[in-house]
């Protein structure tokens, strides 16, 4: 059998249908739905998003739904979309400190992260999260005043693990965070007023996302 290769410019309109049918045979109680950028398409993929939020919920009508989304350029129109389908939990990642952004996410900008999240919680996004790679060379006090610039944006979750390095063409592993230093920025977390922490070497967006609805 030969497989036809995937133009990756053609947008599935189908992939709401299909997510959601594999939620269903898989009796998820709680979806974590991720895509890559689409910044080539006039809606950033903001489209496809809602309507993949709406057959999930059509054919799973007991789910709760985080979405993890880009930041769509920042363009408000597209991020509605994502708040008119109203996920439980929205969730945005910084990725690193404010000095690392532009070695670390090449096309992302830190205080337009910061917006994109403070703009979900402005037009009434009940919880918004936010996650951070540690090891990539921040300094202690860049964390913390990431945390603080999540906080000043009103993000609720925040979670915090160790970069690894994918592959040899990705940036290498500066240094491997010890567990009590993961503890230090859960305790300093939990002080600003986020209302989960989650913050240890094997965290990720979506590491124990179901307890971030209590």
Do not use: C
Request: hydrophobic share 40%.
């Amino acid at each position: 059998m030969v497989l036809k290769p995937v133009d990756p410019e053609t947008v599935d309109w189908d992939e709401p249908e299909k997510v959601a049918r594999s939620i269903k045979i898989m009796n998820i109680k709680h979806a974590v739905i991720t895509s890559v950028d689409r910044d080539d398409l006039k809606d950033g993929g903001s489209i496809i998003w809602i309507e993949t939020v709406k057959a999930i919920r059509r054919m799973n009508p007991m789910i709760t739904i985080e979405t993890l989304v880009p930041d769509f350029q920042g363009i408000e129109r597209n991020i509605d979309r994502i708040v008119e389908a109203n996920p439980e939990v929205v969730s945005h990642n910084v990725e690193t400190v404010r000095r690392l952004t532009r070695e670390v996410r090449i096309q992302a900008k830190y205080d337009r992260s910061l917006e994109v999240l403070r703009y979900l919680k402005e037009k009434g996004i009940n919880r918004t999260k936010s996650g951070i790679m540690l090891g990539l060379g921040e300094q202690e006090e860049e964390v913390f005043q990431t945390m603080r610039d999540l906080r000043a944006v009103n993000v609720d979750i925040v979670t915090i693990g160790q970069y690894l390095q994918p592959s040899k063409k990705h940036l290498p592993v500066k240094e491997f965070i010890t567990p009590d230093q993961f503890a230090v920025y859960e305790k300093f977390g939990l002080e600003l007023g986020f209302r989960h922490v989650e913050s240890g070497p094997l965290v990720r967006s979506s590491y124990k996302a179901q307890k971030h609805l209590l």
